[in-house]
């Protein structure tokens, strides 16, 4: 597989790049969303929805293919890409968000994380090492190594600790990573405080990932502290020439001011996650299907837009399936989610290539700021 390269011009917007990452499995155009399949499936989609849809690249989750069918059953199978019929690049997360989501069945100790398998109970040991044994095994495009996400909540000492065990186990990780053409990037981690942060981009910015990860953002902190702590890392990364991917954030809201501070790689389930709750993001901002006024409504979900969903289907009819909780009604909004998303995404590369990406902004923050259903009258 050829190794992953990534190249970018600078934009005159703040830190925003329009960069083009390439791998042995295609071209993405960043900056990109990633849509989430977990378990080596986005929820209730396809691979040819996949690519209806625009992704470019997905994401699927190493603790997860480790419990279930299992890494070395994959790797037999042909590798991730041919289990689960994609051919375009995977990015695979090391299991570290497991660690912070599933704090109630684990220990973590410098050796690594002991979960009890949420399958069956038994004890589950997850190393740096044993992180990256998997991903290179699944044939992941970009992996990530293990780190420790903590609640930003938790005393300063506690998230210096997590932090500085985050770093010497990337260090690890660096040493036995050997996959060719596999690209391993490093996780910057600190909560929200401002001197851990700035640390931690340097620490891993000194070591020699192909790309660099901010996690630890979006588990609850304020938006305002997310945009302090992403300005942080953007001043302490500066000119650095690496991939940036700001983990688990997908908010429409979200993504220009990351953009700016330098994030070209986003990935979050938010869009197939709100979507199979009857919440559709339009042109016009959100919609919640499950309201009694769309069981009437024969409209497309947005006029705007060209998935299949909106092509073929009434709002009328996707309020029914959600009524009737048919499983037809997950996929065709998140058809339709993803497709709002990755659209968005394009329309932002588009928009920094043209200096219209203040504008563009401005729209999509007063269209969300609406009440859902509340639509525009321009």
Known sequence: MP????????SSVGRARLGRLVSGHGIVETPQFMPVGTQASVKSLSPTDLRSVGAQVILANTYHLWLRPGHERIARLGGLHRFMGWDGPILTDSGGFQVFSLASIRRVDDDGVTFANHLDGSPMLLTPELA???QEALGADIAMVLDQPIDPAQPTALVAEAMHRTHRWAERSLAVHGRAGQALFGIVQGGIDPA??????????????????????????????????????????????????????????????????GIDLFDSVLPTRVARTGQLWTSQGRLNLRNARFQDDPGPVDPECGCETCRVHSRAYLAHLFRARELLAYRLASVHNLTYTLDLLRRIRGALASSSFASLRGQIEERFARPAGQLSRD
């Open 132 to 134: 990256v044994e998997i």
């Open 196 to 261: 851990l942060r700035q640390e931690s981009a340097l620490t891993i910015a000194a070591l020699p990932f192909a790309g660099i990860a901010i996690g630890g953002l979006s588990v609850g902190e304020s938006k305002q502290a997310m945009a302090e702590s992403l300005a942080v890392v953007g001043d302490a990364l500066g000119d650095d020439p690496r991939a940036r991917y700001l983990m688990g954030v997908g908010s429409p809201v979200d993504f220009f001011g990351a953009i700016e501070s």
């Open 3 to 10: 190794p992953v390269d990534f190249t970018f011009r600078p």
